[in-house]
C-alpha cells in the first residue's frame, strides 16, 4: 500500500491475464491501471479495490454490483467488461481502456454543436441499451462520460446502477451505507428525494444537465433554468428544446425513453453543418466556421462554397462532399 493509503501495483505486475503498465487513477472507492493482456496484448484499464476498504462491506458490494452490471452489456458507447477475479485478497475487474479525455475535459476545451449533439446521442443510445434490459444507470455526469479517439462517446462507472425492477436493491448497497446515490448536481429531483425511484427518466433528467453543461460551460444553478440559448451566445438554440424536454421536473412531461430523446437528437444533427479539423490544433469545427473555439485560429481562409451547388468546402479539397464535382480549376 502507497503512503497516501491507496493500493499501489508495479510495472509488470499480473493481475489475472493482464500485466499492470501504469496507475491512470484513484478515487475513493478503487485504484484504476492500465495494462496489456499477457496473450494478445489487447490494452484494458483495471480497476482494483484498495486493502483499506476490506472492512467495508457496504463498499466490496458496491464494488462488485459495479463489475456484474457492466458485465451484462455489450453496446458501443458503453465502456466493456473482459474479466473480473481475485487478486492479492482484494477484487478486481478488467474493461476497455478508452484513452481519450473525459468529457468534463472535452467541455473545459470547448465543443461545438456537432460534437454537442453526438455524444448526446451517443448517451441517449447507451441509456436506450440499459433501461431495456431493466436498469437505470442513476450517476449521469460529466466525469463518467468518456471520448475515444475517433470521438465515441463511452458511458463508464456503473457503481450506482441498479435493476428497476421490483425489489432490485436487494444485494447491493444499503441507501444508509453513502451520503446521497448519485452525484450532486446531477441528480433528477425525484432521486434527490428518494434514490431508490429514480427511473429510466431520471437517467434522462441527469442528461439534460449534461448536454446543458455541454452548452454552456457550467450546470444550469436552478431548477428551472433560463435556455441555453438565450443566456450563452455561442449555444445553439435549436438546442433548447430538446434540453427544456429533459429537464422537465415533472417526470411524466420528460422523454418517456431514451429513443425519443435520440431520434430528436438525430434529426438536430443532420441539420447541421459538417466538421473539418483545425489546421492548427486538429480540434473538429465546422466547416465554415471563422475561428477555432479550442485555439482561436483564423479560419476564414481556409472555406470556400461549390460553384456547382453552393455547399461549404475546404479550399484544399479536390472534390465536393455534395455534390461530387471537382473542384480543381
Not at 4 to 16: C, E, L, M, S
Not at 103 to 119: D, T
Not at 174 to 202: H, T
Amino acid at each position: 500500500m502507497g503512503k497516501d493509503g491507496y493500493t499501489t501495483i508495479p510495472a509488470g505486475t499480473k493481475v489475472g491475464n493482464y500485466i499492470v503498465e501504469e496507475m491512470i487513477g484513484a478515487g475513493s472507492m478503487a485504484v484504476v491501471f492500465r495494462g496489456r493482456h499477457k496473450e494478445t496484448g489487447q490494452e484494458a484499464a483495471i480497476k482494483v479495490f484498495p486493502h483499506r476498504l476490506l472492512e467495508n462491506q457496504a463498499y466490496i458490494v458496491h464494488f462488485h454490483n459495479e463489475s456484474r452490471t457492466l458485465a451484462l452489456f455489450d453496446h458501443p458507447n458503453i465502456v466493456k467488461h473482459y474479466e473480473h477475479g481475485q487478486w492479492e485478497g482484494t477484487g478486481y475487474y478488467a474493461m476497455e481502456y478508452v484513452g481519450g479525455p473525459s468529457l468534463r475535459e472535452e467541455i473545459a476545451k470547448g465543443m461545438c454543436s456537432r460534437q454537442i449533439v453526438r455524444v448526446a446521442r451517443h448517451v441517449c443510445a447507451a441509456l436506450d441499451c440499459m433501461h431495456s434490459m431493466g436498469y437505470v444507470h442513476r450517476d449521469i455526469k460529466t466525469g463518467n462520460i468518456l471520448i475515444s479517439a475517433d470521438g465515441e462517446a463511452k458511458l463508464s462507472d456503473f457503481g450506482l446502477a441498479r435493476s428497476m425492477r421490483e425489489g432490485a436493491e436487494r444485494g447491493q448497497p444499503r441507501l444508509g451505507a453513502f451520503k446521497r446515490i448519485g452525484s450532486r448536481g446531477y441528480m433528477a429531483p425525484e432521486q434527490l428525494m428518494d434514490p431508490g425511484c429514480a427511473d429510466a427518466r431520471s437517467d434522462l433528467y441527469s442528461l439534460g444537465l449534461v448536454l446543458y453543461e455541454m452548452l454552456v460551460g457550467k450546470k444550469p444553478e436552478d431548477l428551472n433554468p433560463p435556455p441555453p440559448g438565450g443566456i450563452c451566445p455561442s449555444a445553439d438554440p435549436r438546442f433548447d428544446r430538446i434540453v427544456a424536454k429533459l429537464l422537465q421536473s415533472n417526470r411524466d412531461k420528460r422523454y418517456q425513453s431514451a429513443l425519443l430523446a435520440h431520434d430528436d437528437l438525430q434529426i438536430l444533427e443532420a441539420s447541421l453543418e459538417p466538421l473539418e479539423l483545425c489546421p492548427k490544433c486538429g480540434a473538429e469545427v465546422p466547416t465554415m466556421i471563422a475561428r477555432c473555439r479550442r485555439c482561436e485560429k483564423d479560419l476564414s481562409g481556409f472555406f470556400g462554397k461549390c460553384e456547382s451547388c453552393g455547399a461549404a468546402v475546404r479550399k484544399s479539397a479536390k472534390d465536393c462532399a455534395r455534390c461530387g464535382k471537382s473542384l480543381r480549376k
